[in-house]
């Protein structure tokens, strides 16, 4: 049981950066991009791409090479597009997120057929590190792990302790208040969105150096985020890491039970989290 839990919080670290950045747009905006699992496999996709472009170049330095890429794509999208969604009515944006969705699944179907592909570490995926005799723990589980904490409290002190973080909250709490006040909330929202996307990056790049990737696999990674943002509390960053510990402690105590139960019992403990406790177990809280 030691191990399944052990191995829970590991996935959990994985789920952590799957949910960030839908945690954060949702928690600045109240937008919930349907497109973020398949922003996702593009991150990943772009690492792959980016080794093979440069002669099987250090993937960990393709990745930090497309994390400003990402920043400027998320605040474009946010600025000129997604901008142009939001209000009252969450169905537009809804309705534009799932079209990026769908054409960003045919274009990496297009681009890189349907087969399944992996980033390269150079056997780092398969190092462990041996906690006793009969328990060992991979070492890039432990990094992802890692990253996954740093960033969750990374954005914590931003909301916390910045000017930009201070300019989150106001545009969140009241949005026409804070532009009485001069901040200008289509620059602030973009910003917000890429950081997100940022995180949606680094997300991709470890996903593609833990496991295949393919063009499909976008929709499950949703999946996943939105189940632990919901799990933890819309816009709560120590709620939505809360939340996908607990979703990746129950999903490997089903595969512990069967192999098939897995999946299922992350959707169940989802369903009775959203049945009697609809705002999250640790939800946002104002002031």
């Not at 349907?114 to 041996?130: C, F, M, N, V, W």
Request: glycine share 12%; hydrophobic share 55%; aromatic share 10%.
């Amino acid at each position: 049981m030691l191990e399944t839990i052990v191995q829970g919080v590991l996935l959990g670290g994985l789920y952590t950066l799957f949910a960030l950045g839908q945690s954060l747009m949702f928690g600045v905006m109240r937008l919930t991009n349907t497109a973020q699992g398949d922003f996702i496999i593009l991150g990943a996709f772009a690492v792959i791409a980016g080794v093979s472009l440069t002669g099987n170049a250090a993937p960990w330095l393709v990745a930090l090479a497309v994390l400003p890429v990402a920043f400027g794509f998320g605040y474009a999208l946010q600025r000129y597009v997604l901008n142009g969604t939001l209000g009252k009515d969450p169905l537009p944006s809804l309705v534009v997120t799932f079209g990026l969705s769908i054409v960003i699944q045919n274009l990496l179907l297009e681009v890189f057929s349907a087969d399944p592909r992996a980033i390269e570490t150079g056997g780092l995926s398969t190092q462990g590190i041996a906690l006793g005799d009969a328990m060992s723990v991979g070492v890039l589980p432990l990094v992802v792990l890692a990253i996954a904490i740093a960033a969750t409290g990374a954005l914590q002190w931003l909301f916390a302790h910045t000017a930009l973080g201070r300019s989150f909250r106001a545009v969140s709490d009241d949005r026409e208040i804070a532009e009485l006040m001069g901040l200008n909330a289509k620059k602030v929202y973009a910003f917000a969105t890429a950081i997100a996307f940022v995180l949606i990056a680094v997300a991709g790049a470890l996903q593609g150096m833990r496991t295949t990737v393919s063009p499909s696999d976008g929709p499950l990674l949703l999946l996943f985020a939105f189940e632990a943002v919901i799990i933890g509390g819309m816009g709560s960053f120590w709620g939505t890491l809360a939340g996908a510990m607990i979703l990746g402690i129950t999903q490997q105590i089903g595969f512990r039970l069967d192999p098939g139960w897995g999946i299922w019992f992350g959707h169940i403990v989802f369903l009775v989290v959203l049945v009697l406790r609809p705002q999250g177990l640790f939800p946002k809280t104002r002031g």
